[in-house]
């Protein structure tokens, strides 16, 4: 919408006069108080649309390896299918959205698969009335009148196991006897050292998970779970009995993309265990930034090489179809 401007009468020429100036000095201050970094369109048209992906095979691994043994697998990664809006239907949007759809969706068999690998149905196999608590919750998502209703996410809490992953980009770290996971919505730590899981009544919203590498599988065992996160806006959960066990499948021939691959256990909330898989891909300085799966900027330094530099991580409430537009520099 164009800027106008409103005045009596005799106040027109003086209007007009001013204008100009006016306009001059408010191209100056944009230039002055401009953040140095580009926009962050959280949530734009940067979300990775592949609509299918291959499998990778568990094996030996033949790239390279960092001083205590683990495959190094560091940098910036993120899934290549899509948002958390949907657990099952990745491409599909939020069911019962009453807002119009940014980009056709077209027909089901021409989107991503579930993220349900097994069973074969793409459906976690609820029993009656987790599914009823999960439809209860997808139909009051749009007017949360209860505060249950309310993605945690949109309130800023961590994303929780398995949605991490295919939220925003996150970089991967290692140390020894430590794999590190940097999520927009916190820090995951994986210990590799033997040790058992906290006691069963410490609580967390990304478990605690206990590793281990076999070739080119980091293989985590992931308990203590506090039964809040959401798998996506359409409200799939699991409690605090669950138990998940997690590959992650890093490709040899491909050494930009890896499989995530795990197996959800919950008696209290499933029929049956049932498997979810993640595609994703890495990103590098070759790669344009982006807001979604790639929010960095080269790091100014005295020595040489690029240095990517995370953006600082931001947090707006919210709870609409889309989320916020956030923009760095920016309160």
Same mark, same amino acid.
């Given at each position: ?27 100056? $201050?944009?230039?002055?108080? %401009?953040?140095?970094?580009?926009? !962050?369109?959280?949530? =734009?048209?940067? +979300?990775? @649309? ?103 996410? $949109?309130?800023?809490?961590? %994303?929780?196991?398995?949605?991490? !992953?295919?939220?925003? =980009?996150?970089? +991967?770290? @290692? ?157």
């Amino acid at each position: 919408m164009k800027n106008r401007h409103f005045a009596l009468p005799g106040a027109v020429s003086a209007v007009l006069l001013l204008s100009p100036m006016i306009g001059m000095a408010a191209d100056e $201050a944009k230039k002055l108080a %401009a953040p140095a970094q580009r926009p !962050l369109q959280l949530g =734009g048209p940067g +979300i990775q @649309q592949e609509r299918s992906f291959a499998k990778i095979a568990s094996g030996k691994w033949t790239g390279p390896k960092l001083a205590d043994g683990q495959p190094d697998v560091q940098g910036h990664w993120s899934n290549t299918i899509a948002n958390h809006d949907n657990f099952i239907d990745p491409q599909g949007g939020i069911p019962n959205d009453p807002n119009p759809n940014r980009r056709p969706k077209g027909p089901r068999e021409e989107r991503a698969p579930s993220r349900v690998s097994d069973p074969a149905d793409g459906q976690v196999p609820f029993q009656p009335w987790a599914l009823e608590k999960v439809k209860e919750f997808q139909a009051n998502f749009n007017n949360p009148v209860k505060p249950e209703y309310i993605e945690p996410l $949109a309130r800023c809490a961590p %994303a929780g196991v398995p949605k991490s !992953l295919y939220w925003h =980009g996150y970089e +991967i770290k @290692q140390y020894p006897g430590y794999v590190v996971f940097l999520f927009n919505s916190g820090t995951r730590i994986i210990h590799l050292d033997n040790k058992p899981h906290l006691p069963d009544n410490i609580k967390l919203w990304n478990g605690d998970s206990r590793g281990h590498w076999e070739g080119n599988t980091l293989v985590v065992d992931v308990a203590n779970h506090n039964g809040k996160a959401l798998f996506g806006r359409t409200g799939e959960f699991i409690s605090e009995n669950g138990h998940i066990q997690e590959r992650y499948i890093f490709s040899n021939e491909q050494r930009d993309r890896y499989n995530y691959e795990a197996v959800l256990t919950d008696p209290t909330v499933y029929t049956r265990p049932f498997t979810i898989t993640v595609p994703a891909r890495k990103w590098t300085e070759k790669d344009k930034p982006n807001g979604w799966h790639f929010e960095v900027e080269p790091a100014t330094h005295s020595g040489k090489g690029i240095i990517l530099d995370q953006y600082e991580r931001i947090c707006a409430e919210n709870n609409g179809g889309f989320g916020l537009v956030a923009e760095e520099g920016k309160k």
